[in-house]
């Protein structure tokens, strides 16, 4: 998912003609984004074979109709496969990735000095790691 998603992105970026954005954080809130809140689950596979692409599940019979929201990912050694269709708990992730999210775009509304930076929500700068060279 993260391969596809900056394959995706760089692609975009190219489309529209802008600067490449390597901001960790705002990747981080696009990721949550897109695959919390955007990617339709039931109907579209991942492929990150030649640049990547998203595909119908449909049309490749990927389609589970009795667990449709199951995440489908070609195998890049043998597309023939959905390696993705095992990820049972995908439903839970999703909402995971759309907590984030949320927590994140909550935290863009705090006071600057509160959350320097969209990573310090997520990573907590404690004392052994203020020490680290």
Known sequence: MAISF???RRHEEKVLGIAPNDNLG???LDFFDLY???FNYTTTGISVMGGGSYFRK???GWL???RPQLLAVENPQSPEF???KNAFNIVTIRRAFEHGYHVLVAALS???ERFPSILNVVVQVDEILQQRP
């Open 6 to 8: 900056m394959q995706q």
């Open 26 to 28: 705002g990747l981080l």
């Open 36 to 38: 919390g809140r955007k």
């Open 58 to 60: 449909s049309d490749r």
């Open 64 to 66: 589970n109709h009795g």
């Open 82 to 84: 959905d390696v993705g």
């Open 110 to 112: 705090a006071p600057a």
